[in-house]
């Protein structure tokens, strides 16, 4: 009999099923649950886009207080938009227009 007892406590003792089953719904839960790992790492990409248009947001904003700048004190900027954007030219200037070259298009 001592020899039955001596294989039985040298056997590897297993989990009973229902503690694997717990460990596997609380695994699961820490990886998929509303505060799990996936949802932090969602929330941390999510931060990161939020973050990467915010430096966007500030270029544009620097840009347009530049423009303001130029607007406000630069007359040869004005000109430069007048040329560009209202086509305009000065007394005295001659303006060459060539036809589209159509085989670029």
């Known amino acids: 009999m001592t020899a039955e007892k001596e294989t039985l406590a040298s056997r590897p003792k297993f989990f009973p099923a229902w503690l694997f089953v717990l ?3 609380m695994l699961g ?3 998929l ?5 996936l ?3 969602q929330s941390w990409q999510h931060r990161e886009d939020l973050v990467g248009q915010v430096n966007l947001l500030h270029q544009e904003q620097q840009r347009l207080r530049e423009e303001i700048r130029r607007l406000r004190d ?3 900027y004005w ?3 007048a040329r560009k954007e209202l086509g305009m030219v000065r007394e005295g200037e001659i303006v060459y227009q060539f036809p589209a070259d159509k ?3």
């Open 79 to 81: 000109e430069q938009l």
């Open 29 to 31: 839960f820490a990886l």
């Open 39 to 41: 949802r932090a790492m």
């Open 103 to 105: 085989s670029q298009h």
């Open 33 to 37: 649950g509303d505060r799990g790992v």
């Open 23 to 25: 460990v596997l719904v």
């Open 74 to 76: 630069d007359r040869d």
